[in-house]
C-alpha cells in the first residue's frame, strides 16, 4: 500500500514540474525569440521539444529526487541523452526556418 501511494504522489509531482517546466520554458523562449525578431515565435515543435528535453531531465535527474524509489530507476545512456537533446534543440529551432 505504501508503494501504491508512494507511486501516486510521484505522478502528481510529474505533472506538477511538467506544467511548470513547459511554462518556464515556453516563456523563456518567447522572450528570446522577441527579443532577436522583434515579434515573439511559438509553434507545436517548440512544445515538443519542451517535452522531450524535459524526459531527459526527468530521467536523468528528477526520478532520483522523488518519493518513489526503485531498482527500475535508471538513468539513459549518454548515446540516448545527447540524441534526445539534439532532436530537442532541432525542435525548438524550427520557428526560425518556419517563421
Known amino acids: 500500500m505504501l508503494k501504491l501511494v508512494s507511486f501516486i504522489f510521484e505522478l502528481l509531482r510529474l505533472c506538477i ?3 511548470l517546466t513547459l511554462l518556464v520554458l515556453g516563456g523563456v523562449e518567447k522572450v528570446i525569440y522577441q527579443w532577436i525578431f522583434g515579434q515573439p515565435l511559438y509553434h507545436w ?5 519542451n517535452m522531450i528535453l524535459f524526459l531527459v531531465l526527468y530521467r536523468n535527474y528528477f526520478q532520483f529526487k522523488g ?8 538513468k539513459l545512456n549518454k548515446v540516448s541523452t545527447r540524441s534526445l537533446t539534439l532532436i530537442s534543440i532541432g525542435l525548438l529551432l524550427i520557428p526560425i526556418w518556419i517563421g
Do not use: C, I, R, V
Open 67 to 74: 518519493w518513489y524509489k526503485s531498482e527500475n530507476n535508471k
Open 17 to 19: 514540474l511538467l506544467a
Open 45 to 49: 515543435s517548440m512544445t515538443l521539444g
